[in-house]
């Protein structure tokens, strides 16, 4: 069936480094990807997407990255802040555009040390 | 910056009970949205609504389920007899046609 799952659950990191969140999904009919932050008792924030005709978007202090060979997506903040502290969701649009149905992964804990 | 606004924040009701969530989409927004999420689980889709009718619906979504736009502003979920594992927060998203969705602060419902 469908799915997008995460390969981490938490992810700890020191203030000024770089992090890397993983994403797989698994239908390869997907062509639009998004990452959400969500802060405790706060609701899904937008941060990046990319659709299936890019392999890489870049926004402020965020880069996506699609592979869509192995079906992987990645979202790496540079110079990572206490304030990037949340759980972060990878979300796939499973249907090619026929839907704006969105399908969730699991969510990664990103713990800023700092 | 525009955003999706939800009330109440919290909600509290008795088993069999119904509650109905409120949300206010982005203005100029045409899709409207409702998601939940469990407690520690990831956020599932319910509904999605357009052009004043339900365009898709996940198998939550039962008979018990049901959302209207009252008027040009509100976007409402109602359940009519909640169940204990109806407890969860709710989120209301809009988009414009097939952009990005854009998420309210979510309802957290209780059911008792």
């Known amino acids: 069936g469908e799915s997008v799952g995460l390969h981490l659950p938490t992810l700890s990191v020191q203030e000024g480094d770089n992090s890397i969140i993983n994403c797989a999904y698994s239908n390869s009919a997907s062509d639009y990807f998004i990452w959400y932050k969500q802060e405790s008792g706060k609701g899904p924030q937008f941060i990046i997407d990319?659709?299936?005709?890019?392999d890489k978007r870049q926004g402020q202090r965020v880069t996506v990255l699609l592979n869509k060979t192995v079906k992987h997506l990645s979202l790496q903040i540079a110079a990572t802040q206490p304030g990037d502290s949340a759980v972060y969701f990878c979300a796939e649009n499973p249907y090619g555009g026929a839907t704006n149905k969105l399908i969730f992964g699991t969510g990664t804990l990103l713990a800023v040390q700092p | 910056e525009p955003e999706v606004t939800q009330t109440p924040s919290h909600q509290v009701t008795q088993m069999g009970q119904e509650v109905i969530l409120r949300c206010v989409p982005i203005s100029n927004h045409l899709y409207f949205y409702w998601y939940r999420q469990i407690l520690g689980q990831k956020v599932e889709f319910l509904v999605s609504?357009?052009?004043?009718?339900?365009?898709?619906k996940s198998e939550i979504f039962d008979d018990q389920f049901s959302v209207e736009r009252p008027d040009g502003s509100n976007f409402t979920l109602k359940i009519r007899s909640t169940k204990l594992e109806d407890s969860a927060m709710y989120f209301c998203a809009s988009s414009a046609l097939m952009g990005t969705q854009y998420f309210g602060p979510g309802t957290r419902l209780l059911v008792l």
């Open positions: 609504f357009y052009n004043n009718e339900i365009s898709e």
């Open positions: 990319i659709r299936s005709n890019m």
